[in-house]
Antibody, heavy 120, light 108 residues
Framework: EVQLVESGGGLVQPGGSLRLSCAASGFTFSNYAMSWVRQAPGKGLEWVSG????????SYADSVRGRFTISRDNSKNTLYLQMNSLRAEDTAVYYC?????????????WGQGTLVTVSS | EIVLTQSPGTLSLSPGERATLSCRAS???????LAWYQQKPGQAPRLLIYGASSRATGIPDRFSGSGSETDFTLTISRLEPEDFAVYYCQQYRSSARTFGQGTKVEIK
């Protein structure tokens, strides 16, 4: 059974940093692209960042490029999102998501999400 | 960035009725790289359709997708009570994926 378990969310002040983790199990982690998707309270889904199975191909939404960094440790079956220079508008539930292919595919599994709140 | 625009924003229908949701892309995403998701309150989204028209595992056949290039449609042939939810389209043609803003299907 595929499981994606996010951790690392919480309350942080504007300008602060946070690192999210996503522990994956139930599939061969290195064979699949992974993404982070967020959802602000009462709003729609926003794709944040993605990373190919081998870890060499990263992409970011314009809203986070230069502030967020996605990475993965295939030996630990873990996906990360380093978030710096956080803003109030980054407040959201952050979902870890598995894509159906190594390079490009729909999201076939989602974690339950971790809440990030940016506020003073 | 490929912008996806969904319409209508809200669809008010009764159980048993047909629902037709639209997703329009600002540039071609072909038919291979368009997905639809369903999200219910307090839950993570669920994949319904990928490749514009292929149903994901376990998805009932009342859900169908169609379209190509820039215009896509999700059809629910006969609404069941559990189908009232928010639906999102997503393109994965571009390395920077994007979602539409969502269509809420509510009970009339």
């Amino acid at each position: 059974e595929v499981q994606l378990v996010e951790s690392g969310g919480g309350l942080v002040q504007p300008g602060g940093s946070l690192r999210l983790s996503c522990a994956a199990s139930g599939f061969t982690f290195s064979n699949y692209a992974m993404s982070w998707v967020r959802q602000a309270p009462g709003k729609g889904l926003e794709w944040v960042s993605g990373l190919g199975g081998g870890g060499g191909s990263t992409s970011y939404a314009d809203s986070v490029r230069g502030r967020f960094t996605i990475s993965r440790d295939n030996s630990k079956n873990t996906l990360y999102l380093q978030m710096n220079s956080l803003r109030a508008e980054d407040t959201a539930v952050y979902y870890c998501a598995k894509e159906a292919l190594m390079v490009r595919g729909p999201i076939d599994y989602w974690g339950q999400g971790t809440l990030v709140t940016v506020s003073s | 960035e490929i912008v996806l625009t969904q319409s209508p924003g809200t669809l008010s229908l009764s159980p048993g009725e047909r629902a037709t949701l639209s997703c329009r892309a600002s540039q071609s995403v072909s038919s291979s790289y368009l997905a639809w998701y369903q999200q219910k309150p307090g839950q993570a989204p669920r994949l319904l359709i990928y490749g514009a028209s292929s149903r994901a595992t376990g998805i009932p056949d009342r859900f169908s997708g169609s379209g190509s290039e820039t215009d896509f449609t999700l059809t629910i042939s006969r609404l069941e009570p559990e189908d009232f939810a928010v639906y999102y389209c997503q393109q994965y043609r571009s390395s920077a994926r994007t979602f539409g803003q969502g269509t809420k299907v509510e009970i009339k």
